[in-house]
């Protein structure tokens, strides 16, 4: 669910257009950090896989379906940066072809999904991931926690913009509540299905997973040849 | 998610030769945003409001029949505001403020009001972008993105996107049929254990799909830039039918200031 155009007033809508630029243009330069000179064709890769899967219905229980927000997913796959760019590209072509929130509010739309859920998600998995031990299940555990953590957070920074430039008089508590209630049901779906997909992508190619990389040199798994012929570079 | 035509992302556009079709790209982006940003700017509360969404409307239906675009068109766009309905209906139960009695029930002024102005701005910003949307091919959107200075390396990002939303797409549409056809249903979370795995691959694949695509781009001489023809100048004549929109639509809102 994306914020639409006029939800939210013009200073607000600016200022959070700022913000989405600022975090963008941080995240091309630390993607370059991440991926190098693939940046581009990798990043695009990765944005076209967190398309696709936001368009798997999970069930989620009780004949209700969700679908990933991925925010999460993606970082500890690719790491935050390289995440923060996919998911911008993922929201901005669906706000062009589809229509699915604003053009105006998309700097909204970034700041909240990408650059709010990506570094609450991230900041939290990496802390777990320093206090527990060096394992699968703690980096499982840590994704999860992430993962969950990262959509009610999000929601409450929406209905914090919106206090400040909503154009309903609402109840803020009232609204904070409700939206941070149903949010931490989806937290709660998304750290399942971000769970279930770590831990198969960990199982078949580890060195794929960004956030995983000290539990590679913990558990001094056999590096896989690169792909990438040393000649070739 | 079934095989549209055109692909997954082009499954919005309409083959068309229409004077929207023809417009340059980067035009029609400056147009639909800046239409965007006057209905946003459009004061909810003024008395004048209702009239000036009439206008809006007239403005955007008419680019829409220029565009060769059927009303069921636009109608089906209009499902993605499905959830800011619920949240609008919702809005005049919760908000505060000097009470109204409509049809027995007390519902309240300023929220009204304000479920009135979000439903009314958001249709007709999804209506301007569904127009888009249909007249304007996804390549074509990202060479006006590129003319209006989006940064290289995020054009060629959304470049790889939409080269190959279709073929990860592809991919897991066929995982679907390998999986419906072995007998999966999925109906509760138990299901994760063969979905998860199945995204898992999805990613896999997609990322290894990536370094082969990066090394044949090596192999051809790539060296981080993609390398794109000059851009031709654009004539006076397509800036004012491109912003024919959005000029139209601020005229509407400032003889609403003026004269409301």
């Given at each position: 669910m994306h914020v639409p155009d006029g939800f939210l007033d013009a200073p607000t809508s600016a200022a959070t257009a700022a913000v989405a630029a600022g975090g963008v243009a941080l995240a091309l330069r630390g993607a370059r950090r991440e991926?190098?000179?693939?940046?581009a064709p990798l990043a695009g890769l990765t944005a076209a896989f967190v398309f696709a899967v936001q368009m798997v219905n999970f069930p989620v229980g009780a004949g209700t379906s969700g679908h990933l927000m991925g925010g999460l997913l993606a970082a500890v796959l690719v790491g935050p940066w390289t995440a923060v760019l996919c998911l911008t590209v993922v929201l901005g072509v669906q706000a062009l072809?589809?229509?699915?929130?604003g053009l105006t509010a998309l700097g909204t739309n970034v700041t909240l999904l990408g650059l709010v859920a990506v570094a609450v998600g991230w900041g939290v998995f990496r802390l777990l991931a320093r206090l527990l031990p060096t394992t699968r299940g703690g980096v499982l555990t840590a994704a999860g926690v992430g993962a969950f953590l990262s959509v009610p957070v999000a929601a409450l920074v929406f209905v914090g913009l919106f206090a400040v430039g909503g154009v309903a008089d609402v109840p803020v508590g009232t609204v904070a509540a409700a939206m941070g209630g149903v949010h931490v049901l989806i937290g709660l779906g998304e750290a399942a299905i971000t769970v279930a997909v770590v831990g198969a992508v960990l199982a078949v190619?580890?060195?794929?997973?960004h956030g995983a990389r000290a539990l590679r040199r913990a558990t001094l798994l056999a590096e896989r040849p690169a792909s990438v012929p040393a000649g070739a570079r | 998610m079934t095989a549209v035509h055109g692909g997954v992302l082009g499954g919005a556009y309409l083959a068309g030769s229409s004077p929207v079709h023809r417009l340059e790209p980067h035009l029609k982006l400056v147009a639909v945003l800046g239409f965007a940003l006057v209905v946003v700017a459009?004061?909810?509360?003024?008395?004048w409001a209702w009239a000036a969404y009439g206008g809006y409307l007239a403005l955007v239906l008419l680019a829409a029949a220029v565009a060769g675009v059927r009303p069921a068109r636009l109608a089906r766009g209009l499902a993605i505001e499905v959830p800011f309905v619920l949240f609008a209906v919702l809005l005049p139960f919760v908000a505060q403020g000097p009470r109204v009695q409509v049809a027995g029930l007390a519902l309240s002024e300023s929220g009204l009001v304000a479920a009135g102005g979000l439903l009314a701005k958001a249709t007709l910003s999804v209506l301007a972008a569904v127009v888009l949307s249909a007249s304007t091919e996804p390549r074509a959107l990202v060479t006006g993105l590129e003319r209006l200075r989006l940064p290289s390396l995020l054009v060629q990002i959304l470049t790889f996107m939409i080269r190959y939303a279709d073929v990860v797409g592809g991919e897991l549409h066929r995982m679907r049929v390998a999986r419906e056809s072995r007998g999966f249903v999925g109906r509760?979370?138990?299901?994760l254990r063969v979905l998860g795995p199945a995204a898992g691959s999805l990613f896999v694949r997609s990322y290894e799909r990536g370094e082969r695509v990066h090394l044949a781009m090596l192999s051809r001489g790539y060296t981080g830039r993609i390398p794109g023809a000059p851009a031709a100048a654009v004539p006076v004549q397509a800036w004012l039918t491109a912003l024919a929109l959005p000029l139209g639509a601020a005229a509407v809102l400032a003889s609403g200031l003026l004269l409301g």
């Open positions: 991926l190098d000179e693939r940046t072809l589809f229509a699915d929130g190619r580890p060195d794929l997973v | 459009t004061p909810v509360h003024a008395p509760n979370l138990s299901a």
